[in-house]
């Protein structure tokens, strides 16, 4: 089974930059979409952005639309969130997944494997 690992998080002040990395083990991940979500205090979990298998098809939450842009290299077995213009109200824990749909969803109930997340704080 795929396993994932988060990294990339920290410190940033509002309208600077972070790129998220999820390393993932296994031999499937190039059939596996994947997705961002993000959690902060007091607050359910949210969808932020997927990528299909074919790293054709990219979805993204409107709040981060223009802003954060999701990608894959397959031969490093990796996907990566860059993040630009940061903003305070993005602070969570941010969580990269595998999907169990061919596509993928913006539903965290259609994610099977999780990683441990990764902290983003954006200070004003």
């Known amino acids: 089974q795929v396993q994932l690992v988060e990294s990339g998080g920290g410190l940033v002040q509002a309208g600077g930059s972070l790129r998220l990395s999820c390393a993932a083990s296994?031999?499937?991940?190039?059939?596996?979409?994947l997705g961002w979500f993000r959690q902060a205090p007091g607050k359910e979990r949210e969808f932020v952005a997927r990528?299909?298998?074919?790293?054709?098809?990219?979805y993204y939450a409107d709040s981060v639309k223009g802003r954060f842009t999701i990608s894959r290299d397959n031969a490093k077995n990796t996907v990566y969130l860059q993040m630009n213009s940061l903003k305070p109200e993005d602070t969570a824990v941010y969580y990269c997944a595998a999907a169990t749909t061919y596509y993928g969803s913006n539903d965290d109930r259609d994610y099977g494997v999780w990683g441990q997340g990764t902290q983003v704080t954006v200070s004003s």
């Open positions: 990528i299909a298998w074919n790293a054709v098809n990219t």
């Open positions: 296994g031999r499937t991940f190039s059939r596996l979409s």
